[in-house]
């Protein structure tokens, strides 16, 4: 479960894969391998992408982890990397085909634009196993309000693209056959004319609001999660009753 590069356009834009098919799942691995990638190659770039090997984005994190001992790492070096794409010297995009759900689409809300195919579907659905997406309950609403994206993390509900591009969340919306070509088209009217030292300096500075908002935000939510939630009784049974495919048996506790 690891990340792969291609370059495109002579290397000003780096296309970072989420190599797991068929749901790419941001494992404790894929996380450590998406932070290496971007360490190693984000520098002199002009875009960078994230897209999923397949048919979809990210199913999100890997539910086995999703317990005590493991989430403990697993949470704070996910957001390690969602505060390493926030501070990228580049214009960053998500790339979605598919399912982008949970972590997954915790990533792409890091991204500076979403592109996504016609048939994609993009949701929090954490609600389910008695939890909630951190990054994605403080990220969402600064994206598109507080009252659409409490509805998108209380329901767990996924939308279609043509959904979240109404709420402005998504720049465009292609078919699945063209979402590269389109892709590559807003990278060629859009940043390929531009100086990468302009490109760097106003994705940065574009970000600083978001950022000071939501990095400390995070924490907290995080803080929340792992103090809170994970040791409930509840999360613990949501967990194994996707594990075993059935319904599960709350106690609110």
Known sequence: MTARTIEERGGAWLRV??????????????????TAVLAASAV????????????????????????????????????????????????????????????GFELALACDVIIASDEAS?????????AFPP?????LPLRIGASRAASAVLTG?????????????????????ELLETAGAWFDRHLAPRSSVGIAAAA??????????????????????????????DAAEGVSAFLGKRAPQWKDR
């Open 17 to 34: 894969v989420l190599n797991a098919p068929p749901g790419n799942l941001l494992s404790l691995e894929m996380v450590r391998s998406v």
């Open 44 to 103: 002199g770039r002009k875009w960078i992408t994230f897209e999923g090997a397949g048919t979809h984005f990210s199913y999100g994190a890997m539910i086995h982890e999703h317990v005590p001992g493991p989430m403990e790492q697993v949470l704070p070096e996910t957001h390690a990397l969602l505060r390493q794409i926030l501070a990228l010297p580049a214009a960053t995009a998500a790339l979605v085909r598919g399912a982008c759900l949970g972590g």
């Open 122 to 130: 993009l949701g929090l659905p954490e609600i389910a196993l008695a």
């Open 135 to 139: 990054a994605g309950a403080v990220v």
């Open 157 to 177: 509900q996924a939308q279609s693209a043509a959904v979240w591009k109404s709420a402005g969340l998504i720049e465009e919306v292609a078919s699945g056959a």
């Open 204 to 233: 940065q500075a574009s970000r600083i609001p978001l950022r000071s908002i939501a990095e400390p935000a995070i924490a907290a939510a995080e803080r929340m999660y792992l103090e809170r939630v994970l040791p409930s009784r």
